[in-house]
Every structure is written in structure tokens, then in C-alpha cells.
């Protein structure tokens, strides 16, 4: 059976940093798309930065550009977020998903692609 399983999450001062981590099992995320979606108290899902199956490139929402990083390790079949410069908007569960055959992570992180698979999430907490 086909799991995600997410960690690296917690509470951390505004300016701080935190490193998500994301590793399947029972699929390959070699050729796979992946996102690190997120969703806040009252707020819809938001593709906050996704990474393309084919290339490695990467998509990041308006407000996490510049701060936060997404990247594959293909060896260890995990996905990393890097969060750094967290403000207290970043607050919210974070969720890995993935899916096949997406080239252009800008589809997946707007929703027109939906994941195959999704994690169980993990809350980062962002305040003083």
C-alpha cells in the first residue's frame, strides 16, 4: 500500500526556520510530481510550493517565494521543505501529495491536477 508520511513540524518564533520532510513508501517519487499543500483555520488548501516529475522544477506561491525551498532526494525517495524567514501567515497544516507525469508544477500547486496520494499532515505553528 501506497503511504506518505510527513515531519518536521512544530512551533517556531517569527524568523525562524523549519524543515518538512515528506517519504513514500509503496510508490517512487522519481518520476512523480510533488507538492507541499497547506491549509489554514477557515482557509481553503493552498499549493504552497510543488516540484515537477521530470525536471525538477519548481513552482512557489506568491507569498512563500524566496523563503521557502522544495527539493527531491530520489536516493531516500523523500521530499524536503525548507521554510525559512516564517512569519505567523505561514501558520497552518502542511500536506504532501503527489502524482505521475506532472512537467509543469505550476498545475499541480494550482489545483487543476489533483495528488494521487496525500500525507497526514503536520502543523507548523508560527508565533511569539
Known amino acids: 500500500q501506497v503511504q506518505l508520511v510527513e515531519s518536521g513540524g512544530g512551533l517556531v518564533q517569527p524568523g525562524g526556520s523549519l524543515r518538512l520532510s515528506c517519504t513514500a513508501s509503496g510508490v517512487t517519487f522519481d518520476h512523480n510530481a510533488i507538492g507541499w499543500f497547506r491549509q489554514a483555520p477557515g482557509k481553503e488548501r493552498e499549493g504552497a510550493s510543488c516540484?515537477?516529475?521530470?525536471?525538477?522544477?519548481?513552482y512557489y506561491v506568491d507569498s512563500v517565494k524566496g523563503r521557502f525551498t522544495i527539493s527531491r532526494d530520489s536516493a531516500k525517495n523523500t521530499v524536503y521543505l525548507q521554510m525559512d524567514s516564517l512569519k505567523p501567515e505561514d501558520t497552518a497544516i502542511y500536506y504532501c501529495g503527489t502524482a505521475p507525469r506532472i512537467h509543469n508544477p505550476y498545475y499541480f500547486c494550482q489545483g487543476y491536477i489533483l495528488p494521487d496520494y496525500w500525507g497526514q499532515g503536520t502543523q507548523v505553528t508560527v508565533s511569539s
Open positions: 516540484i515537477s516529475s521530470n525536471d525538477d522544477s519548481t
